[in-house]
């Protein structure tokens, strides 16, 4: 079992940028696939970009060239680097992590972002 905690949003202006953390609760070694996603409201929640155990990437569409996540195996963390932010990328981002042994992934409890001047 694993628990993430987010942290880093808030309210941000059209063309800024926002960096979003999220720290596990144990070696992230063993884990997979660990990410982020986004459920603005009214909408289903959507994959905004992901980083494997190797490092491989993988980033929608709507985000690519304005956001990097990156992951440190040593201090049990990944982060999203938002950039050029968009009022559209309104929403709250959770954070994902699979364990590499069952596929079971583990949802944090999400921090709001807002893009609004």
């Known amino acids: 079992q694993v628990q993430l905690v987010e942290s880093g949003g808030g309210l941000v202006q059209p063309g800024g940028s926002l960096r979003l953390s999220c720290g596990a609760s144990?070696?992230?070694?063993?884990?997979?696939?660990m990410g982020w996603y986004r459920q603005a409201p009214g909408k289903e929640r959507e994959l905004v970009a992901i980083?494997?155990?190797?490092?491989?990437?993988n980033y929608a569409d709507f985000v690519k060239g304005r956001f990097i996540i990156s992951r440190d195996n040593a201090k049990n963390t990944v982060s999203l680097q938002m950039n050029t932010l968009k009022p559209e990328d309104t929403a709250v981002y959770y954070c994902?992590?699979?364990?590499?042994?069952?596929?079971?992934?583990?949802w944090g409890q999400g921090t709001q972002v807002t893009v609004s001047s």
């Open positions: 994902y992590a699979e364990l590499a042994v069952t596929g079971r992934g583990y």
């Open positions: 144990r070696s992230i070694v063993n884990i997979n696939r």
């Open positions: 980083v494997g155990s190797r490092r491989s990437t």
